[in-house]
C-alpha cells in the first residue's frame, strides 16, 4: 500500500468531499457478498480499517459500499488512528452451491410478482424468463427482478439447455396457496404430474404431499398427459344409477345439447356435469341444463365434474335473469383488487359488484364484473359471497 501525501491547496480528488479516500491501482473482483469490487483508477472514500488485518472498508462514488485488501489501491489521504472497526467482519454468509447472484445495487419491485433486494443481498437463481429478467428466491420471497441489478455467480441454463429426465416433472412460476384437496406450492418448486382434471385443473405430488392446482401456476404442462384413470366397476351387472328433480322455472335451451322444460316437469338427472350443471332426460329428450332452474327430489351420486362449454356459461347470465328476480341472483363482492394472469380470468377492482354464474373448480368462480361486463374465471377467496349459488 503506497500512500501519496496530498500537498497544501492541491485540488480535491474530484467527486469526494475532503477525508480520507484511495485510488484503485489494479481491479479488484469481490469474492464474498461483502466485499467491494472496483476497477484500476476507480476513486474510493475509505471509511475504516479492519481490525489488524490489511483489508479496508470503502466506498465508491455511486454509494457502492463493501471492504477490500489495501495493496490494491494508493492511499491519497490515510484514515484517522482511531478509524479501526472494533472486531473483524463475521463470517461470509455461505454461498449456495447451486445457481445464485450477488445485488450490486438495491431494487424495489413495482408488482406483486417482483422480488425486491438490498445491496449485498445472496439470491437463489429459479429460472431465466428472458435475456433481461431472471426470477430467484431470497429468504421466504421469491419472484423476478432485472438481472442489471446483480452480479451472477453461477448462472442458470434455460429451459431448452435442461435435457428433463421426466417429461412429468413441472417447475411453478407462481405460489398457490391450495385449499383442501389443493395442492400448495412457492414459485420455484418442482411438482409431478400425475394425470389431468379438465382443461384447468391438474392433479400433482410433491414429497407427501399431493392435491389439485390450476394448470397456470406451472411453468408448462406435459404432452400426452392422461385424464384420471376411471375406477374398476367391480359390479357384475351394469347399474345405471339417476336421479329425479322437478322443474320450478321455465327453461328455454340457447344451444345445440341443452334440455328444453317448462315449470312442473319431471326431469331424470343421469349425470353431474359440474356444481351447477347437470345431465338429464325427459322422455325421449336429453340434454344438459343449470341447476338453479329445478328443486332436486332425488339426489343423483356426485362423480368427478367435468367443465361446461365456455359458450354455454356466457349464456347463462341471461338465462337466469330471464327467469329469477334480480335480486335472488347469485352475487358477491371484490374483496380486493385482482390482475388476471391468462385470458380465461378478468380483472377485479376492490368493492366491484359482480354475479356468480358458476363454480369453476374448488376455487374459483365463473362470473361477470357488473362495472366492466367482462365475463371470466375469479379467484373465490377474492369473493365475499351475498347470495351463493345453489
Known amino acids: 500500500m503506497k500512500i501519496i ?28 457478498y461483502d466485499e467491494l469490487s472496483f476497477k484500476e483508477g476507480d476513486l474510493i472514500m475509505l471509511i475504516s480499517r479492519i481490525g489488524d488485518t490489511d483489508w479496508l472498508r470503502g466506498r465508491l462514488l455511486k454509494g457502492t459500499e463493501g471492504i477490500f485488501p489495501s495493496k490494491y489501491v494508493e492511499i491519497v489521504e490515510d484514515l484517522p488512528p482511531d478509524a479501526v472497526e472494533s472486531t473483524t467482519p463475521e463470517s461470509p454468509v455461505e454461498m449456495p452451491s447451486g ?9 424495489i419491485g413495482d408488482g406483486p410478482d417482483d422480488l425486491s433486494f438490498e445491496q449485498g443481498d445472496v439470491i437463489e437463481l429459479l429460472q431465466r424468463i428472458d435475456e433481461n429478467w431472471l426470477r430467484g428466491k431470497l429468504n421466504d420471497d421469491s419472484g423476478m427482478f432485472p438481472q442489471n441489478f446483480v452480479d451472477i455467480k453461477i448462472d442458470i441454463q434455460v429451459e431448452s439447455e435442461v435435457e428433463s429426465t421426466d417429461d412429468n416433472l413441472v417447475t411453478a412460476v407462481y405460489e398457490f396457496d391450495g385449499q383442501e384437496g389443493e395442492l400448495s406450492f412457492k414459485t420455484g418448486e418442482q411438482i409431478q404430474i400425475t394425470y389431468r382434471i379438465n382443461d384447468e385443473w391438474v392433479y400433482g405430488v410433491i414429497g407427501s404431499n399431493e392435491g389439485m392446482f390450476p394448470i397456470d401456476f406451472v411453468d408448462r404442462i406435459p404432452e400426452n398427459l392422461s385424464l384420471k384413470p376411471k375406477e374398476e366397476d367391480t359390479n357384475t351387472e351394469n347399474v345405471v344409477v339417476t336421479g329425479k328433480c322437478e322443474a320450478i322455472y321455465e327453461f328455454e335451451a340457447e344451444n345445440s345439447g341443452e334440455l328444453s322444460f317448462v315449470c312442473g316437469e319431471i326431469i331424470t338427472t343421469t349425470e353431474w356435469i359440474n356444481e351447477d350443471w347437470m345431465n338429464g332426460k325427459i322422455e325421449d329428450r336429453e340434454g344438459i341444463f343449470p341447476l338453479a332452474f329445478v328443486k332436486v327430489i332425488d339426489e343423483l351420486p356426485k362423480q368427478t365434474p367435468s367443465p361446461v362449454p365456455k359458450k354455454q356459461v356466457e349464456n347463462q347470465k341471461q338465462k337466469t335473469k330471464s327467469g329469477i328476480d334480480d335480486n335472488l341472483l347469485p352475487r358477491g363482492v371484490a374483496t380486493r383488487d385482482f390482475k388476471p394472469k391468462s385470458s380465461e380470468e378478468i380483472a377485479l377492482m376492490k368493492g366491484d359488484d359482480l354475479y ?35
Open 356 to 390: 356468480l354464474l358458476t363454480h369453476e373448480g374448488p376455487s374459483w368462480y365463473m362470473g361477470e364484473n357488473l362495472r366492466t361486463g367482462e365475463i371470466g374465471n375469479i379467484p373465490s377467496k377474492y369473493v365475499e359471497v351475498i347470495i351463493p349459488l345453489p
Open 5 to 32: 501525501k496530498r500537498l497544501p491547496g492541491e485540488d480535491k480528488v474530484a467527486g469526494f468531499e475532503d477525508g480520507p479516500c484511495a485510488v484503485a491501482m489494479k481491479t479488484f473482483e469481490a469474492r464474498d
Open 99 to 107: 445457481p445464485h447472484c450477488i445485488a450490486i445495487e438495491p431494487f
